[in-house]
């Protein structure tokens, strides 16, 4: 089984500063890596898939970036709206789906 | 506008069963595999079941095998997950999950959730 490993758990920050999120994976993932964006009260939505295409309607503010083992998912300019619970998750070697265990961007 | 909507959640005693649905709308349901995702009361995701389009293939995370079982009627646009031997760990909200029809089919769209709590 991979096991991803998200840090920080939570990043403190305010809006307009740039947010980094760090996902690092047991073994190698390629670049099937996908990123999730969680806020109470609505559905998950999917934000970077293959480790750097943004998804349907995903602002461009948001990026993401690396392969095999490590990778990040970076913020350019956080929004009021994006904060949020972050997590990754590798569709390169399965079953299981794997994710990891998330990073809360809080405001600072 | 692509719609799951879950229902069938509840409070059941320990050993009891449930049965989860999903109304899919908005898509061509026959056309995407589905999976199961829950999430225990503030913790992460965990993903527990996957349908392939036609059921031929299908998987369980090892915390769940022999006591769920996923099941989809595409003529009615449905997904379902039967729970049996159910434990308090596995009190969670439940979500159904699209897969996108691009391989390696990542989660594209998320219902809501319908919450069951396992508790005597």
């Known amino acids: 089984e991979i096991v991803l490993t998200q840090s920080p758990a939570t990043l403190s920050l305010s809006p307009g500063e740039r947010a980094t999120l760090s996902c690092r994976a047991s073994q190698t993932v390629s670049s099937y890596l996908a990123w999730y964006q969680q806020k109470p009260g609505q559905a998950l939505r999917l934000l970077i898939y293959d480790a750097s295409k943004r998804a349907t309607g995903i602002p461009a503010r948001f990026s993401g970036s690396g392969s095999g083992t490590d990778f990040t998912l970076t913020i350019s300019s956080l929004e009021p709206e994006d904060f949020a619970v972050y997590y990754c998750?590798?569709?390169?070697?399965?079953?299981?789906?794997?994710f990891g265990g998330g990073t809360k961007v809080e405001i600072k | 506008e692509v719609q799951l909507v879950e229902s069938g959640g509840g409070l059941v005693q320990p050993g009891g069963s449930l049965r989860l649905s999903c109304a899919a709308s908005?898509?061509?349901?026959?056309?995407?595999?589905m999976n199961w995702v829950r999430q225990a009361p503030g913790k992460g995701l965990e993903w527990i079941s996957y349908?392939?389009?036609?059921?031929?293939?299908?998987y369980y995370a090892d915390s769940v095998r022999g006591r769920f079982t996923i099941s989809r009627d595409n003529a009615k646009n449905s997904l379902y997950l039967q729970m049996n031997s159910l434990r308090a760990e596995d009190t969670a909200l439940y979500f159904c999950?699209?897969?996108?029809?691009?391989?390696?089919?990542?989660?594209?769209?998320w219902g809501q959730g319908t919450l069951v709590t396992v508790s005597s």
């Open positions: 349908t392939s389009i036609t059921s031929a293939i299908i």
């Open positions: 908005g898509f061509t349901f026959s056309s995407h595999s």
């Open positions: 998750q590798q569709r390169n070697n399965w079953p299981p789906l794997t």
């Open positions: 999950v699209r897969d996108s029809t691009q391989w390696p089919y990542y989660f594209d769209y």
